[in-house]
Nanobody, 122 residues
Framework: VQLQASGGGLVQAGGSLRLSCAASGDVFGINTVDWYRQAPGKQRELVAG???????IYADSLKGRFAIFRDNAKNTVYLQMNSLKPEDTAVYLC?????????????????WGQGTQVTVSS
């Protein structure tokens, strides 16, 4: 199983980006996904999370600007980021708990994507 984060880039303040976290390989389904971010010199922080029943959580400071949602057919979870600010600049990483099916074996396991850079210019 591989987990790939993508969609980052350079955007002006007030703009939008949509990040993708795509699972591939022996994926039966995605259970939960969390998006984190880490800015230079700062601790990693939880941005948003999505659980099995599509309940969501967000960092208080991001509510109303960010949205997390999934496309089960594509084994992908998205992070829609609107009204971006320079302080949103960071590497964004996704972490997922995935149901893996290999032959007759089925189990849940945790994976991390490699991160995607988001830079918001003022």
């Amino acid at each position: 199983v591989q987990l790939q984060a993508s969609g980052g880039g350079l955007v002006q303040a007030g703009g939008s980006l949509r990040l993708s976290c795509a699972a591939s390989g022996d994926v039966f389904g995605i259970n939960t996904v969390d998006w984190y971010r880490q800015a230079p010199g700062k601790q990693r922080e939880l941005v948003a999370g999505l659980n099995k029943v599509d309940s969501t959580i967000y960092a208080d400071s991001l509510k109303g600007r960010f949205a997390i949602f999934r496309d089960n057919a594509k084994n992908t979870v998205y992070l829609q980021m609107n009204s971006l600010k320079p302080e949103d600049t960071a590497v964004y990483l996704c972490a997922a708990n995935i149901r893996v099916l290999t032959g007759v074996n089925i189990y849940d396991a945790d994976y991390w994507g490699q991160g995607t850079q988001v830079t918001v210019s003022s």
